[in-house]
């Protein structure tokens, strides 16, 4: 069923940024609350300036009232800081300190006029100042909102869910994509993921609208070529990092636009899946069944294993597919081993976006729990076909074999290379000597992961507050490990905003160094240095 969207374009809902969206010449201004709840400044228009502003400087502008919020829910503040570092970061890999402030003085161009919540009006409102703050080696961007602006975002009405890997760090060029992101995140909102349904849906856009949307101007003549080239045909490129959903494009039905003397095109469709937030959402503890003696989850290689609160947050999201942890971690080991031996159990194996071949190729592109998350998605929207089934009853102690083979094989893996013998070349001939045995951990000089005592990481200096106790401390003290040998694990940083030294400290036990890399993988954007494997003597008492 198509859908045409509601015009003008007014957002409502919630979410996770803050984004500028000029549509019919209107500035939307969304921004965070808890988890990263979302919310707008309606009817904000440019009165100068908007004509100049590039994608980099709407991404900029998303992160810099994302970090506001994240540290002022209330906007009280009157300015505010980001590391020069964390900006750079979330641009692109070559961005430079003069890239960032171009587009700060771009947006300091910028006026808007808006009415307030009390009748009054305001006009030509600067959109932002800003500077730099510099201590020692130190570098941030300091800025500030006018205090119109600040008393309006109080009180705005909830907002859609905007992701800013989806906009940042290069991944979006086109301003155009940026723009069209941020309508369809607007409209995805409105129709979030349920449990059991299809999720899907279709907008259609006259091309003079989809250019109006995305803000983009050509002549009469040769309009739409135009639009095709320079618009659309960014679009599917830019949009490889959106998560939340995705879209095909249709032309009047057609794959593509009709061609030829006097045919045009009259609509353009947006086919939209929309897909459940990530796994990283679902809040679970493992602790209460733990107490009570239960093992949830199993170990697996690096490749496949799967942090064992993975499991509880299935059963809570997809709650029409009736699973306990027991039964999401058996049903996901029989795909898992159908993948691997290629052996069709039922006839949708085929049909299915993340079974077999492409459920490793899901694997290897994010990780065994987003591909788990999106394989237990397809069960809920599709109907159950391996969740509770009789394949799982049947084929479940092959899996559970074929597991147990995979980490033998493993671990004689990892003991050969402790064991293999030393060469040497000598002239013509080669000597192979006896294996050596590693020396003992006290007097090994380059310690390793089976010698250490602790481990050591250096935390990134772009890293906030909030990513140092939300993201890295969450993470590290919430996993569950598969090892029996206690580690020391300690996560250096610096204050933020103050010269201080501090760390984190951890007790860890992962089964071998292929686990405690994979785990520190999901956190590696604020890992600034290679891990450092060191042996601490115990004090005499």
Same mark, same amino acid.
């Given at each position: 069923?198509?859908?045409?969207?509601?015009?003008?374009?007014?957002?409502?809902?919630?979410?996770?940024?803050?984004?500028?969206?000029?549509?019919? &010449?209107?500035?939307?201004?969304?921004?965070?609350?808890?988890?990263?709840?979302?919310?707008?400044?309606?009817?904000?228009?440019?009165?100068?300036?908007?004509?100049?502003?590039?994608?980099?400087?709407?991404?900029?502008?998303?992160?810099?009232?994302? *970090?506001?919020?994240?540290?002022?829910?209330?906007?009280?503040?009157?300015?505010?800081?980001?590391?020069?570092?964390?900006?750079?970061?979330?641009?692109?890999?070559?961005?430079?300190?003069?890239?960032?402030?171009?587009?700060?003085?771009?947006?300091?161009?910028?006026?808007?006029?808006?009415?307030?919540?009390?009748?009054?009006?305001?006009?030509?409102?600067?959109?932002?100042?800003?500077? @730099?703050?510099?201590?020692?080696?130190?570098?941030?961007?300091?800025?500030?909102?006018?205090?119109?602006?600040?008393?309006?975002?109080?009180?705005?009405?909830?907002?859609?869910?905007?992701?800013?890997?989806?906009?940042?760090?290069?991944?979006?060029?086109?301003?155009?994509?940026?723009?069209?992101?941020?309508?369809?995140?607007?409209?995805?909102?409105?129709?979030?993921?349920?449990?059991?349904?299809?999720?899907?849906? @279709?907008?259609?856009?006259?091309?003079?609208?989809?250019?109006?949307?995305?803000?983009? *101007?050509?002549?009469?003549?040769?309009?739409?070529? *135009?639009?095709?080239?320079?618009?659309?045909?960014?679009?599917?490129?830019?949009?490889?990092? %959106?998560?939340?959903?995705?879209?095909?494009?249709?032309?009047?039905?057609?794959?593509?636009?009709?061609?030829?003397?006097?045919?045009? @095109?009259?609509?353009?469709?947006?086919?939209?899946?929309?897909?459940?937030?990530?796994?990283?959402?679902?809040?679970?503890?493992?602790?209460?069944?733990?107490?009570?003696?239960? &093992?949830?989850?199993?170990?697996?290689?690096?490749?496949?294993?799967?942090?064992?609160?993975?499991?509880?947050?299935? %059963?809570?999201?997809?709650? @029409?597919?009736?699973?306990?942890?027991?039964?999401?971690?058996?049903?996901?080991?029989?795909?898992?081993?159908?993948?691997?031996?290629?052996?069709?159990?039922?006839?949708?194996?085929?049909?299915?976006?993340?079974?077999? &071949?492409?459920?490793?190729?899901?694997?290897?592109?994010?990780?065994?729990?987003?591909?788990?998350?999106?394989?237990?998605?397809?069960?809920?929207?599709?109907?159950?076909?391996?969740?509770?089934?009789?394949?799982?009853?049947?084929?479940?102690?092959?899996?559970?074999?074929?597991?147990?083979?995979?980490?033998?094989?493993?671990?004689?893996?990892?003991?050969?290379?402790?064991?293999?013998?030393? %060469?040497?070349?000598?002239?013509?001939?080669?000597?192979?000597?006896?294996?050596?045995?590693?020396? &003992?951990?006290?007097?090994?000089?380059?310690?390793?992961?089976?010698?250490?005592?602790?481990?050591?990481?250096?935390?990134?200096?772009?890293?906030?507050?909030?990513?140092?106790?939300?993201?890295?401390?969450?993470?590290?003290?919430?996993?569950?490990?598969?090892?029996?040998?206690?580690?020391?694990?300690?996560?250096?940083?610096?204050?933020?905003?103050?010269?201080?030294?501090?760390?984190?400290?951890?007790?860890?036990?992962?089964?071998?160094?292929?686990?405690?890399?994979?785990?520190?993988?999901?956190?590696?954007?604020?890992?600034?240095?290679?891990?450092?494997?060191?042996? %601490?003597?115990?004090?005499?008492?």
């Amino acid at each position: 069923m198509y859908e045409r969207p509601s015009a003008p374009f007014q957002p409502a809902n919630r979410g996770a940024v803050s984004a500028a969206l000029e549509t019919r &010449k209107s500035l939307s201004i969304i921004a965070p609350q808890s988890p990263r709840p979302s919310e707008m400044l309606a009817g904000v228009s440019f009165t100068s300036g908007a004509a100049d502003l590039t994608s980099t400087d709407l991404a900029l502008h998303d992160l810099m009232i994302t *970090k506001a919020y994240e540290s002022d829910r209330s906007m009280e503040a009157t300015s505010y800081e980001i590391p020069m570092a964390e900006c750079l970061k979330f641009l692109w890999a070559d961005a430079r300190k003069e890239d960032v402030t171009a587009s700060l003085r771009r947006m300091e161009t910028v006026r808007l006029s808006f009415s307030g919540e009390t009748g009054r009006s305001f006009r030509d409102v600067q959109m932002l100042t800003s500077w @730099t703050a510099i201590a020692g080696d130190s570098v941030a961007v300091g800025y500030q909102f006018p205090d119109p602006i600040r008393q309006l975002m109080r009180s705005m009405p909830k907002y859609g869910y905007v992701e800013l890997a989806a906009i940042g760090q290069g991944s979006m060029r086109s301003k155009y994509s940026q723009m069209l992101y941020k309508r369809l995140a607007h409209e995805v909102s409105h129709r979030p993921w349920q449990d059991g349904s299809a999720n899907s849906f @279709t907008l259609e856009f006259t091309p003079a609208e989809l250019a109006e949307i995305v803000g983009f *101007k050509a002549p009469v003549k040769g309009f739409f070529s *135009k639009l095709q080239e320079r618009v659309i045909s960014k679009f599917p490129s830019d949009f490889l990092n %959106v998560r939340k959903f995705e879209f095909d494009i249709t032309y009047d039905g057609l794959g593509a636009p009709a061609r030829g003397q006097g045919k045009t @095109t009259s609509l353009i469709q947006f086919h939209i899946k929309v897909y459940p937030d990530s796994h990283h959402t679902v809040r679970s503890d493992t602790r209460p069944l733990q107490a009570m003696g239960h &093992k949830i989850g199993k170990p697996d290689v690096a490749r496949y294993r799967i942090n064992s609160v993975f499991w509880l947050s299935v %059963v809570k999201k997809f709650q @029409t597919l009736g699973l306990t942890h027991f039964s999401a971690h058996w049903a996901w080991q029989v795909a898992l081993d159908e993948a691997l031996e290629q052996t069709p159990l039922t006839t949708a194996y085929s049909k299915r976006r993340y079974r077999g &071949k492409e459920l490793l190729g899901a694997i290897d592109a994010n990780g065994p729990e987003a591909a788990a998350w999106c394989f237990f998605t397809e069960e809920s929207e599709l109907g159950s076909d391996i969740c509770n089934s009789i394949h799982v009853a049947k084929k479940l102690g092959l899996a559970e074999r074929n597991r147990i083979k995979r980490l033998t094989e493993n671990k004689k893996k990892g003991r050969s290379k402790k064991k293999a013998q030393i %060469v040497v070349s000598a002239g013509p001939e080669t000597i192979a000597k006896t294996s050596v045995e590693p020396p &003992k951990a006290h007097d090994e000089l380059h310690p390793t992961f089976e010698t250490c005592t602790h481990i050591d990481l250096e935390i990134d200096e772009a890293a906030t507050l909030c990513d140092l106790d939300d993201v890295i401390y969450q993470h590290l003290d919430t996993r569950c490990w598969n090892g029996g040998r206690r580690i020391q694990l300690r996560a250096y940083f610096t204050v933020p905003g103050q010269n201080v030294r501090q760390h984190y400290l951890f007790t860890v036990d992962p089964a071998d160094e292929d686990e405690l890399i994979y785990e520190l993988k999901k956190i590696d954007n604020w890992i600034a240095e290679p891990i450092r494997y060191t042996i %601490v003597e115990k004090k005499a008492a």
